[in-house]
């Protein structure tokens, strides 16, 4: 399963400049110029490869390498878009690193016996809509009749009128669903260190986190700066501040395993000489453990509860998202084990901290995640990168395990 080095270092390459950012980062979001052009361009990289290529009702683009029963379908592939000011290898790498192991297989010339398939998913990230896997819920047939017209970006625009903007017809999202999906494995960089500090080539997803992404809104009142003295005011900073350093203290000192991160903060009326009246902002709670993540999030609403009521201000929690963590399928796991033995790689087998298509694939059809080093652990910023030689080593992985399973 041989991967030509110079076309994945091409592919990478290639991709990461649409929606590069002039510092370097990537913002590429749904629908969006650079998210059209990478689809097409996905599509034309498969359709060289042999691969017949299709895209479906949400944008999703898949090449299909036929098998001799061609009634159900062993998938690969990962996610194109990005957070903002993201990395060129997040989802990308399993797009191109399922490309690059279909091509390797095509190339063979031998006929698969169950077919195999490619896919760039649409979204993953919930970067311009709260989308949460609209790709891979589009597959699996659980996005609702009304969620295009209904959901928003920043700017007010739905995405019936994204879609509509890049060629796709937002009634026909239903068409999208498919039945014949018999295995999904995704090769992914693992964003953490656990890796390259333990110098092993792969990963081997056990188990992929949980997760819940709430709405924090404190309200306080809005005062003049310098009008009301230090212990008359109902300052809404303070308050979130106080209430944010709480639970990430609490969630540090529960395990090792629990994540907690406030990243996006607004503050209203947002003026230097005014007490803010009001922040929202959001909480992104993580534990590989379903039962420790609920306790996780009631202890942050009963901390959150306690400093409000302390200060006189009020707090309230909008859950956006609620994933439970996902256990991976043991045959592919052994599969992937094997097929790392294989081609001679170290491999070891890990959790995920990050949330992934997998987790949403993994409750409905059999489904296993093959994870390749992230230099320093960096992911979520423009730092993220994998070496060339990793970018291959995993591909040729997968390719492998494709292989055991298809042929
Ligand atoms: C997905 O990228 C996540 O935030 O874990
Ligand atoms: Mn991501
Ligand atoms: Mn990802």
Redesign the pocket.
């Known amino acids: 399963m041989d991967i030509d080095p110079q076309k994945m270092a091409r592919y990478v390459e290639e991709l990461g400049k649409l929606g590069e950012l002039p510092d370097g980062g990537m913002t590429r979001f749904q629908y969006d110029a650079a998210w059209a052009q990478a689809q097409d361009l996905v599509a034309r990289w498969m359709r060289e490869a042999g691969l017949r290529v299709r895209r479906d009702a949400v944008g999703n683009v898949f090449g299909r390498l036929p098998g001799a029963d061609d009634s159900s379908t062993i998938l690969t592939g990962s996610h194109i878009d990005t957070?903002p000011e993201g990395g060129k290898y997040?989802g990308a790498l399993g797009v191109l690193a399922g490309l690059a192991a279909l091509e390797a297989l095509a190339a063979r010339g031998e006929r698969p016996r169950t077919s195999l398939e490619v896919v760039s998913l649409c979204e993953?990230?919930s970067s311009r809509y709260q989308a949460n896997f609209f790709g891979s819920r589009a597959m699996l047939g659980l996005v609702g009749p009304d969620e295009p017209a209904t959901l928003k970006d920043a700017d007010g625009v739905s995405m019936a009128e994204a879609m509509t903007a890049v060629g796709l017809d937002p009634s026909a999202v239903a068409t999208a669903k498919r039945d014949d999906i018999a295995a999904f494995v995704e090769l992914h960089i693992e964003?953490g260190k656990v890796l390259e500090t333990a110098g092993t080539d792969v990963g081997v997803v056990e188990v992929i986190?949980g997760?819940v992404w709430e709405e924090v809104v404190v309200t306080g009142r809005q005062d003049h700066a310098g009008g009301t003295p230090m212990d008359a005011r109902l300052d809404a900073v303070q308050a979130a501040a106080e209430i944010s350093t709480a639970i990430t203290r609490h969630v540090a000192e529960a395990d090792k395993a629990g994540r907690v991160t406030f990243g996006r903060w607004d503050v209203r009326p947002g003026w230097p000489s005014i007490v803010p009246g009001e922040v929202v902002f959001s909480m992104?709670l993580r534990h590989t453990v379903a039962e420790d993540l609920r306790a996780r999030a009631d202890e942050a609403h009963r901390i959150a509860a306690t400093i409000a009521a302390g200060r006189g201000v009020e707090v309230t929690f909008e859950r956006l998202k609620d994933e439970t963590p996902t256990v991976m399928d043991a045959r592919l796991r052994e599969v992937l084990t094997q097929a790392a033995a294989d081609r001679g790689a170290t491999s070891m087998d890990l959790p995920s901290?990050?949330?992934?298509d997998s987790q949403l694939m993994g409750e409905h059809v059999p489904t296993a995640m093959l994870f390749v080093p992230s230099v320093e652990g960096r992911s979520?910023c423009k730092e993220e990168y994998t070496r060339p030689e990793d970018c291959v080593r995993g591909a040729s992985v997968l390719a492998t395990a494709l292989h055991r399973l298809a042929f």
């Open positions: 957070v997040d993953e990230e964003q986190t997760l992104d901290g990050a949330g992934h979520h």
